[in-house]
């Protein structure tokens, strides 16, 4: 089946250095959704990407949709304790909200 | 506003007993999806809702699983004679149509069976 492949799986970071992470895909997505989890919650929209090659920022987080559509990163700048959680990838099939996600990349942050 | 809610958080079950989530969905939101979601794993893809029609089911939902929306609004989810690998968070997501940057997600119902 489809499937969302994320790297790193996880990482340990020191508070106020970058992250960077990414996400492949077996199949083209038109578009490239970033969520964000805490522990006992659901997951939260980050960023939404819809056109290949399209850079969109929201504060201290960039993401990317890829040229191939295969693909997409997200960039974390200057990292704070409140930055860790899991991050997921996810694109959608068809016109719905029925996503497929990545397995996700566990962030954690050392003040 | 108060965004999608999820009944109860929290739910531990003994094996082959029956169980029942509750969702209600952000109002005025007319499609109402079902995710479940293991240890580890992204969520995954179970069912949805337009208004009241059940218009897609995973085959991750076994006939064990049922889940209705009576009146377009709230939405129920069940397990019957549940077993360990129905242990997982139970996540409902809504949202206005199509647009998949208007799909909020609730906080879930963690399942645990004994």
């Known amino acids: 089946g489809q499937q969302l492949n994320q790297s790193p799986q996880s990482m340990f970071i020191q508070e106020g250095e970058d992250v960077s992470m990414n996400c492949t895909s077996s199949?083209?997505?038109?578009?490239w959704l970033w969520y964000k989890q805490d522990p006992g919650e659901g997951p939260v929209l980050l960023i939404a990407l819809y056109k290949a090659g399209e850079l969109t920022s929201n504060g201290r987080l960039t993401a990317q949709f890829g040229i191939t559509r295969k693909d997409s990163f997200l960039n974390i700048s200057a990292s704070i304790p409140s930055d860790v959680g899991i991050y997921f990838c996810a694109g959608p099939r068809g016109n719905t909200g029925k996503l497929i996600f990545g397995q996700g990349t566990t962030l954690q942050v050392k003040p | 506003d108060t965004g999608v809610s999820q009944n109860p958080r929290h739910k531990i079950t003994k094996r082959g007993q029956n169980v029942t989530f509750r969702c209600d969905p952000i109002?005025?939101?007319?499609?109402l999806y079902w995710y479940r979601q293991t240890l580890g794993q992204g969520p995954e893809f179970l069912t949805y809702f337009q208004n009241e029609a059940q218009l897609e089911k995973s085959r991750l939902l076994s006939d064990r699983f049922s889940a209705e929306r009576p009146k377009g609004s709230f939405s129920t989810l069940e397990i019957q004679r549940t077993e360990q690998g129905d242990s997982a968070m139970y996540l409902c997501a809504s949202s206005p149509g199509d647009l998949v940057e208007k799909l909020f997600f609730g906080s879930g119902t963690q399942l645990s069976v004994l």
């Open positions: 199949s083209i997505f038109n578009t």
């Open positions: 109002s005025e939101h007319n499609r």
